[in-house]
């Protein structure tokens, strides 16, 4: 028909795959730890580029070839890459693709291996295509390529020989079934177990080419299903034994050069069979004939045949020809991998099978324990007509009566050992248990470091091996004694076999009794090996036992608890300090008394006690135990100035403590040529104040244990003299920041150094930029304006002035914004909490509808009324507040919410059943009477349909009571009354009125425990005899007396608390006494001014509420004139007067001398107001001082020499508005002398 259609061409296309489908590619599979070679078929675990590739063939037909047929078909590849198990693996050998079969490595198998070894690279074509998804797949072997599909859009059906892991062990191909159950072990954590009789079982799977490779299927199983299974298919018997695991082979037949174990343990008889309750000594029993199989079939993978399934099997032909075939069920064996292994195995199975029917069952005593499964035993005993009948033991049990059951299988015929253990010959030894009691070789009598003994003798007694114990008695007069304990342990004790240094760190030694044990290095760090050597205590890390019996001890730690190395002698006794010693205590008045010691042995039984007359008594004087002394004691002075001219010495003791646990303080004594006194104690430094210049004075510091005795001491000397250096710099100079500025820094010592000043700049001595001055080596403000900034510290001589300044610069940075908040509405206001308060603030401003309150904690409870409250918080430093959180907002509600509400609401139930049944009776009827049996039954209902929709009432009259039942609105209630009484029964009961029950109505026993609880409660007036209660929140408690179950606290009826420890709390109060005197809350200042100077008020003051202590000091040091106050020269000083809960404001005026030297810096005036008051003057006036002129040119006043007790003389000063004006001492109306004003201020909070 070409010539119709002018002869046009034909196109076929072949289907075109969309997607790729994938053979197996399971998530979750395990992952196979091959051993030994196998084959697997592997999991795709990758695939990716699924790609069509179009063909296209052309044909010509028709006449002239005018017509063309094109043929279009399509093949495929994948980038694919299968998992094959955990590597590393050696090799992969044969490849099966579909029905071909290549070795490895083969172009047409088209994939690559990846071994599996740690840290293996990506597979280098996905880190070229596609680099997001190139994994290296560490330690999973895996095979990987870019595989030609043809025209089918899935992978070839892929099978792989793997070389696994362990192919050293056995021919190269297989693994030795000993190695295979290691390495087992080691995958399930158990690596360090050791196996006895592993070496011996894996020479017998070597020999009898027992040699095993991973089945095929390799699902998930437990180590112990793996492992029992090898041992079963190797014939072998594997048990655990005196934490050893053992396993035993049980081939009967030498196999190579390993031979059968066939030594008999014991030949047992009616001498040591026990009988059981029948008085059989052995339990015979036999499988059944139809059991007894002479045939064993074994099911294994045959290699040679692509590893395919095959059956072996082994027939006894003796026992065929005379029995009959009987065959066993196939044993599967897919661990064997060779024909001549499944038909070794099943021989060993058949031969088992067919001579292991007799199973015995017998009970031996504890002296045959040695029996263990696998061993070889024989057994004689006439009634089951045994005679030395050979057995393997297969199990060891503990009966109920603590003998030995044991289960045993016959043995065939042969050749063995004979029994290695024989029991017969010898009769059973006779135990004497009177045998007498020797007495003990050695008492060693220790007095160690009060770290490890105290107040207590160590005792340590060596004895022969027949010892068993001894009591000790003491005395102290050697005729009358007391018993104190029983020793039931030999120390040991030993000798030195050469000398020691002080300096070596290895000793030999010879023990008397007893065996070293090697420790570690932080074993005799911590002293867990201690020694007692004459004096010493030393630790040992390595106890080696030499060919002679000595002990070489090495890694010594010498001079432990405090005591020192020394060198020793050879012979010097050494004891090893541990719980075989016996403790003594003793008092500290006992020390330096003789004491008399005895010790009573009793025999290896515990009896024949020795008498007390005839031991050996040994005498010891107790003395003082060592305790070390303080090292690097130093002394030095400290210098203060107290003013007008009187100095101050204090002598520094300072010194390292000794390192041992009992240490308890350190005291110092002193004396100036004279008796010694108590100077203080501390740890690491005493102060001893008071001391006088120019004089010398020896200083003794005493280490005092936790058992309250001393050591000897440490004695120094040190002259105290003036320094009159200039200071140098402070080292050490620190600042810290929390609730106020915290300044620290290190003593300077080359000086007499009568303050420190901090300042923020560097003009020493000014007042402006002070900010303050110490005498000690901290200082604390909170004056402090600036986030950073620079403080400098100098140290003052009084001679030469200021030192160079040590300087710190601080940065303070403004505190964060808290992370959240949390304000949750409660009872009676909010709870508001953030996260904790950094350390360098001192609490958290909270803010209520804008208004803040500082709280020095993170959590709070805030009393409100109800209402819609904004909530925001800031942390606070001494600087002020950080960043603010968000506002929240949080309801304070006025009642209590509906699902409170719920869980005590009425809840409303239908009828009755009783009830039902009237009601259905009445029914259409509006009512109903019945008497009868002096019953009278009225019914009363108003019914409109069902008398269930309106209401319904029941009256029912008894001879004895009347009865009433009412159903209206769903409400059910029934109600008997009676002479007895009032039963009101219903499920509801809703009083809506005023309710009064007479007194002892309602008694406990008609409320049920725990029938009311804390919801259902709520009194204004609560009142009880007593009264169990858990938490008690909000309303007021009123009693007479409130105490607690102990009695240790109460509050009586006139508020008096007793008995209280109040701790980590904040009392507010008005008011608060100690010993009748009201305590205040105050914060104290001190500040220097001079004439026109304002007097600083810091953050917080109210002038109204401050005292002011003002002292008088003198301008200069030295001034011609000096003044004293007191009654008269020489006259007692008068104490000031106070008035209990009065203010004052004090004036005081430090003297420059009394005479007599006694300084005069204690007479003070007060005033009652407070404070002074403003544009006022203040004047003492004197009449009671004295005036001495030393400079007789000065006119108009004392003649030089005189002085002038009842000459008048007054001060003066006046306050304007917080400034201080002129102040001066007038004589006869002329100013003699000016001060500077040392004001403290003590603010009333």
């Keep these: 028909m070409g010539f119709l259609f002018g002869g046009k061409g034909t196109t076929t296309r072949a289907d075109k795959l969309g997607d790729f489908q994938i053979n197996s590619a399971s998530y979750g599979e395990v992952v196979p730890d091959i051993l030994g070679t196998t084959r697997v078929s592997g999991n795709v675990i990758y695939w990716d580029d699924f790609t069509a590739h179009e063909h296209k063939q052309t044909q010509r037909a028709g006449k002239g070839g005018g017509a063309k047929h094109t043929n279009i078909t399509y093949t495929y590849t994948v980038a694919a890459a299968i998992a094959l198990c955990e590597g590393p693996i050696q090799s992969v050998g044969k490849v099966w693709v579909d029905k071909e079969v290549f070795d490895y490595p083969n172009p047409n198998i088209q994939l690559t291996l990846f071994s599996g070894s740690r840290g293996q690279s990506p597979w280098p074509y996905v880190v070229g295509k596609h680099p997001e998804k190139a994994l290296p797949y560490s330690g999973l072997a895996y095979m990987a390529g870019v595989v030609d599909l043809g025209d089918r859009g899935s992978l070839p059906n892929y099978n792989f020989e793997v070389r696994g892991k362990l192919l050293n062990t056995g021919d190269g191909v297989d693994v030795n079934p000993a190695d295979y159950i290691l390495h087992v072990l080691k995958s399930a954590g158990m690596g360090d177990v050791q196996i006895d009789g ?57 196999v190579g050069s390993w031979s059968p174990n066939k030594e008999i343990k014991y030949d047992l008889g009616i001498d040591d069979l026990i009988p059981g309750s029948d008085g059989q000594l052995v339990l015979y029993s036999r499988k059944d004939s139809s059991e007894c199989y002479n045939q064993a079939s074994v099911e294994f993978i045959n290699r040679s045949n692509s590893y395919e399934k095959e059956v072996v099997s082994f027939e006894v032909v003796a026992d065929v020809q005379r029995n009959g075939l009987r065959p066993a069920s196939v044993k599967t064996a897919h661990y064997l991998y060779t024909k001549k292994r499944a038909m070794y195995l099943a021989e060993q199975l ?42 393997v033991i297969t199990a060891v049990n503990e009966a109920n009566d603590g003998q030995l059951e044991i289960t045993a299988v016959g043995k065939p015929p042969g050749t063995y050992s004979p029994a290695k253990y024989d029991v017969h010959e010898n009769e059973r030894p006779f135990v004497d248990y009177n045998q007498p009691a020797p007495s003990i070789s050695k008492l060693s009598v220790i007095q160690p470091p009060g770290d490890i003994a105290g107040d207590e003798l160590l005792l340590a007694v060596t004895a022969p091996n027949s010892w068993g114990g001894c009591n000790i008695w003491v005395s102290d007069s050697g005729t009358a004694y007391k018993q104190i304990g029983t020793l039931n342990h030999r120390a040991r004790i030993g000798s030195l076999v050469s000398g020691l240094s002080d300096t070596a760190t290895s000793c030999t030694v010879k023990m008397s009794y007893g065996e070293l044990k090697s420790g570690t290095h932080i074993d005799a760090e911590r002293g867990n090996t201690v020694c007692w050597l004459n004096g010493e205590c030393l630790s040992y890390e390595t106890a080696t036992l030499q060919a002679n019996g000595n002990y070489v001890l090495s890694g010594l730690i010498r001079g432990q608890y405090g005591t020192t190395a020394v060198s020793h002698n050879v012979g010097e006794e050494i004891v090893r300090l541990d719980e075989a010693l016996f403790r003594a205590p003793y008092r500290t008045e006992d020390i330096g008394k003789t004491i008399y010691i005895k010790c009573t042995s009793m025999n290896i039984f ?145 000086a007499d150094v009568d303050f420190y000043e901090l300042r923020s700049d560097l003009n020493a001595g000014a007042d402006d930029g002070l900010i303050g001055r110490s005498n000690n080596i901290t200082y ?33 940075p403004t505190p964060k914004k808290p992370e959240y908040i949390q ?396 400034r201080v004006f002129a102040y001066s001492v007038v004589w006869n109306n002329v100013i003699i002398y000016t001060f500077e004003l040392e004001i403290t201020m003590v603010n009333l909070w």
């Excluded at 009898?208 to 079963?232: F, G, R």
């Design 198 to 254: 592993l070496d011996n079982y894996r020479r017998y799977c070597a020999a009898a080419d027992l040699l095993i490779s991973s089945p095929p299927s390799m699902n998930a199983q437990k180590a112990q299903q793996i492992i029992n299974d090898i041992a079963d298919m190797t014939n072998a018997y594997l048990f655990w034994s005196n934490n050893k695991l053992k396993i035993v082979p049980l081939a009967d037949e030498a």
């Design 350 to 391: 058949a031969m088992k099978q067919l001579y292991a029917k007799n199973q015995y069952t017998f009970r031996l005593d504890w002296a045959f324990c040695r029996l263990e499964p696998g061993d070889l035993v024989t057994l004689t005993d006439e009634i089951c007509q045994l005679n030395k009948q050979v057995v």
């Design 606 to 750: 515990g009896g024949q006690e020795q008498d007390l007359a005839d031991v050996e008594a040994f005498e010891y004087t107790i003395k003082p135990y060592y305790i070390p002394e303080v090292s690097n004691l130093t002394l030095y002075t400290k210098y203060y100035d107290l003013g007008q001219g009187v100095k101050s010495y204090d002598v520094v003791a300072t010194y390292t403590p000794p390192n041992i646990t009992s240490f308890d303080t350190a005291e110092a004594w002193y004396r100036e040529g004279g008796q010694w006194q108590y100077g203080g104690n501390g740890n690491g430094q005493v102060i001893i104040s008071g001391c006088e210049l120019g004089k010398t004075y020896d200083v003794r510091v005493q280490v005092k244990d936790i058992h309250g005795n001393y050591s000897q001491g440490v004695i120094k000397s040190i002259q105290v003299v003036m320094k009159s250096e200039k200071p140098n710099t402070p080292q050490g100079f620190s600042v810290s920041f929390s609730d106020r500025v915290y300044f620290n820094w290190l003593e300077v010592r080359n």
């Design 780 to 812: 604390s403000t909170d004056t402090l304006t600036n986030r950073q900034g620079t403080i400098y510290l100098y140290a003052h001589n009084p001679i030469k002035g200021y030192s160079a300044p040590a300087m710190v610069d601080y940065s303070v």
């Design 823 to 1218: 304000a949750k509405s409660v009872i009676g206001g909010l709870s508001v909490s953030v996260p904790a308060i950094p350390s360098s603030c001192k609490g958290v401003n909270v803010y209520i509808n804008g208004n803040a309150v500082f709280y020095p904690n993170n959590a709070v409870f805030i009393p409100l009324e109800a209402d819609v409250y904004t909530v925001k918080c800031a942390y606070v430093d001494i600087f002020g507040e950080g960043e603010q959180t968000a506002e929240e907002v949080v309801s304070v509600k006025a009642v209590i919410d509906a699902e409170t509400i719920k869980s005590i609401g009425i809840t409303r139930d239908m009828l009755d059943s009783s009830l039902d049944e009237v009601l259905q009776d009445a029914q259409g009827a509006s009512l109903k009477i019945d008497e009868a049996n002096n019953r009278i039954t009225s019914i009363v209902t108003a019914l409109k349909g069902n008398p269930k929709d309106s209401g319904y009432s029941a009256i029912t009259q008894l001879y004895n009571g009347l009865q009433l039942k009412v159903s209206k609105d769903n409400i059910i209630s029934s109600i008997n009354l009676s002479k007895e009484g009032v039963q009101i029964n219903g499920k509801m009961l809703h009083v809506t009125g005023q309710t009064v029950f007479d007194d002892n109505v309602i008694t406990r026993k008609m409320i049920q425990a725990k029938a009311v609880t804390a919801d259902k409660i709520s009194v204004d007036n609560l009142g009880a005899i007593s009264a169990n209660i858990g938490t008690v929140r909000g309303g007021t408690i009123i009693g007479t007396t409130i105490k607690n179950s102990s009695g240790s606290f109460q509050v009586d009826a006139n508020g008096n608390i007793r008995g209280v420890n109040i701790k980590g709390s904040r009392i507010d109060g008005n008011s608060v006494y100690s010993e009748g005197r009201q305590l205040k809350p105050a914060n104290i200042t001190v500040q220097r001014v001079r004439s026109g100077d304002y007097i600083h008020l810091p953050v917080g003051y109210d002038i109204n509420r401050t005292i002011f202590k003002i002292e008088i000091v003198p301008n200069t040091r030295q001034e011609v004139y000096r003044f004293g106050v007191g009654r008269y020269a020489g006259a007692e000083t008068i104490p000031p007067t106070r008035e209990a809960l009065e203010r004052y404001t004090d004036l005081s005026i430090r003297g420059d001398s009394w005479p007599g030297g006694k300084p005069s810096n204690i007479n003070q005036i007060r005033y009652r107001n407070g404070y002074l008051p403003i544009n006022s003057s203040l004047r003492l006036n004197g009449g009671v001082g004295f005036i001495y002129n030393s400079d007789h040119s000065k006119a108009g006043l004392p003649p030089s020499g005189e002085s002038q007790p009842n000459r008048p003389y007054q001060i003066y000063i006046s306050r304007e508005e917080g």
